[in-house]
């Protein structure tokens, strides 16, 4: 598709699959909220030992550092998240306009195996490795403008 636009009602998978869907996306959704939750309480509880180990005398550079690594993991992994809940909530507006499963960039339908590993694809696996036939290469290709 030429515009990376994909038609309304443009799927192809039949009610029960679409719902099927729509739960593990839900599901995901939930899970992925509360993945944050717990990662905010560990950051947390690690900035409160941080601090008392930082205030008491005995305190080493080296535990310290380790302490940050930790918390700075934490942060990169809710991050993932959220990005996952972002993905997941344009997965489940896809299914509500009737275009879920179909590829952003070719408009072919995405394998049901993709969607069952990765319910919030929005890329075929052609698109994803970059097989795709030269009319979808010349959609893709970046305009040189010149000023």
Request: negative net charge; charged residues 35%; contains cysteine.
């Amino acid at each position: 598709m030429s515009n990376n636009e994909t038609p309304i009602n443009s799927t192809n998978l039949i009610e029960t699959e679409l719902e099927y869907f729509k739960q593990r996306l839900i599901k995901e959704r939930k899970d992925g909220k509360e993945k944050i939750e717990e990662l905010e309480k560990s950051i947390k509880e690690l900035e409160s030992n941080m601090n008392d180990t930082v205030s008491s005398s005995a305190h080493h550079q080296g535990n310290i550092g380790s302490v940050e690594e930790q918390r700075e993991t934490k942060y990169t992994l809710i991050e993932k998240q959220k990005d996952k809940l972002e993905k997941i909530k344009v997965a489940l507006d896809r299914i509500e306009t009737g275009n879920y499963g179909v590829c952003i960039v070719t408009g072919d339908p995405i394998q049901k195996e993709r969607l069952e590993a990765m319910p919030y694809a929005v890329h075929s696996i052609d698109a994803m490795k970059g097989n795709l036939g030269m009319e979808s290469e010349k959609s893709l290709q970046v305009k040189d403008v010149k000023n």
